[in-house]
């Protein structure tokens, strides 16, 4: 199983980017990186999700190095309502069938 | 139904009581995800199933929970002589794997008391 590694909380302001990295340091080669988002009294919600290099949706943009031990979910132009726990997750059906959430990142936006 | 859905959304018992908490999947779905949130705390495994079979129980905390799926769609998870440590939101997932990874969709869960 990947462990993902995520910084436990985040602030920032209105109208700017936020960058939540990511470390999976063994991830496997067939396991993709799925990020979501979880706010309070919901079950978390799906962002975005990729293998390698860029993927980009109207929400979010995930960057996935060469090596792939890190990803990088980026949010462009954060509003209040984007104050969440932000989960990153590593896995894939034929490696492992528990796909085990890591601590997430809490983010808070301040107006 | 357009989501997975989860009943009851808030269940209050006495400790000692039995308790069944239902998932109905997204149509289709064929694998189906049990987790357990405690209360400011990340998601815990506790489950997964393939069509009706769950091929590793490790992940449910003691011999009081038990799972079970019929006709690859509905689940049930029970726990049995409930205990205050029960106490926890109970997150139900379906998954669609098509091109791409695995992507899971969650119900609101359900809201788990032990008094």
């Known amino acids: 199983l990947a462990k993902t590694t995520q910084p436990i909380s985040m602030d920032s302001y209105e109208g700017q980017e936020v960058n939540i990295t990511c470390s999976h340091n063994?991830?496997?080669?067939?396991?993709?990186i799925t990020w979501y988002q979880q706010f309070p009294s919901q079950g978390p919600r799906f962002i975005i999700q990729?293998?390698?290099t860029k993927v980009t949706n109207e929400v979010a943009s995930l960057f996935i190095p060469a090596d792939r031990k890190s990803s990088t979910l980026s949010l462009p132009r954060v509003s209040l309502s984007d104050t969440a726990v932000y989960y990153c997750?590593?896995?894939?059906?034929?490696?492992?069938?528990?796909?085990?959430f890591g601590s997430g990142t809490r983010l808070l936006v301040r107006p | 139904g357009a989501g997975v859905s989860q009943s009851p959304s808030n269940k209050v018992t006495e400790k000692g009581k039995d308790v069944e908490l239902r998932c109905d999947p997204i149509?289709?779905?064929?694998?189906l995800y049990w987790y357990r949130q405690s209360l400011g705390q990340g998601l815990e495994f506790l489950i997964y199933?393939?069509?009706?079979?769950?091929?590793?129980k490790s992940g449910l905390p003691s011999d009081r929970f038990s799972a079970e799926r019929t006709g690859g769609s509905v689940s049930t998870l029970t726990i049995q002589r409930t205990q205050q440590e029960d106490s926890a939101v109970y997150l139900c997932?379906?998954?669609?794997?098509?091109?791409?990874?695995?992507?899971?969709?969650f119900g609101s869960g359900t809201q788990l008391s032990v008094l």
């Open positions: 063994n991830i496997a080669t067939n396991d993709y």
């Open positions: 149509s289709g779905h064929t694998a």
């Open positions: 990729g293998y390698k």
């Open positions: 199933f393939q069509g009706n079979s769950a091929p590793d």
């Open positions: 997750l590593v896995g894939a059906r034929d490696s492992s069938y528990k796909l085990i």
């Open positions: 997932a379906s998954s669609l794997v098509g091109i791409g990874g695995e992507k899971l969709f």
